[in-house]
């Protein structure tokens, strides 16, 4: 099995509804937000970003919204399928930091019931 | 095929062994990361590399060494393995000038030391 979701806050929605996962980030200074999804056995997977100077991108059945007064990131899933049950991770990229140096969250699992 | 290869998947040892972990891409990426995952931790940076003559320390390095061997490999040794390097280890990479935060990992390989 995989351990990496053991202590981690958990989202249950039913097949159908929509989903929000939340995430708090620590860097005024970041110029990037990304969510990942990680399936059991499997490495994160890129699903949406947005850049600083913006509030809001959709992408298909995903919304993120980001609101830099409260350092706070949110990703919207539309339409809830099984298939979305994963470990859900923000990350945010510090500008000093060059690229692609991430700052991950904790993580929150989706479980979705049929 | 995956684009990113980790090897091996799974891997039990000694308190004290030396662990060599591999990593090969076939994505032509320059960029090269190596991150640990922890339960309720998310991901943390280990070493990063730009390029074959660059090497990096990320925000966890003690008690670890890498290796750029070639464009496409990237490997992370653990000179003298101690139960707290117990993990989940990601390899990854990004592309030069895409403005993104984008990663692609590879699969993991889980790291247990007795």
């Known amino acids: 099995g995989e351990s990496v979701g053991l202590h981690l806050p958990t989202l249950s929605v039913q097949e159908g509804d929509n989903s929000i996962i939340n995430c708090a980030y620590s860097?005024?200074?970041?110029?990037?937000f990304i969510w990942y999804k990680q399936e059991s056995g499997k490495g994160p997977q890129f699903i949406i970003d947005i850049r600083s100077n913006m509030d809001k991108r959709q992408g298909q059945r995903v919304t993120v919204l980001l609101n830099k007064t409260v350092k706070h990131l949110s990703l919207q899933i539309a339409a809830t399928q099984p298939g979305d049950s994963a470990v859900y991770f923000c990350?945010?990229?510090?500008?000093?930091?060059?690229?692609?140096?991430?700052?991950f969250g904790a993580g929150t699992r989706l479980a979705v019931h049929p | 095929d995956a684009d990113v290869t980790q090897t091996p998947r799974n891997r039990i040892t000694k308190t004290g062994k030396r662990i060599m972990l591999e990593c090969s891409q076939t994505?032509?990426?320059?960029?090269m990361y190596w991150y640990r995952q922890d339960p309720g931790l998310g991901l943390r940076l280990i070493y990063y590399?730009?390029?074959?003559?660059?090497?990096n320390k990320g925000e966890i390095s003690d008690g670890y060494s890498v290796s750029r061997q070639a464009q496409a490999k990237f490997s992370l040794s653990l000179e003298s393995a101690i139960p707290n390097q117990t993990a989940l280890y990601f390899c990854a990479t990004s592309v030069t000038g895409t403005d993104t935060g984008e990663l692609f990992f590879g699969e993991g390989s889980r790291l247990t030391v007795l």
């Open positions: 590399s730009f390029d074959v003559k660059d090497i």
């Open positions: 990350a945010e990229r510090p500008f000093s930091g060059g690229y692609n140096k991430l700052i």
């Open positions: 994505k032509g990426h320059d960029r």
């Open positions: 860097n005024s200074a970041s110029d990037y």
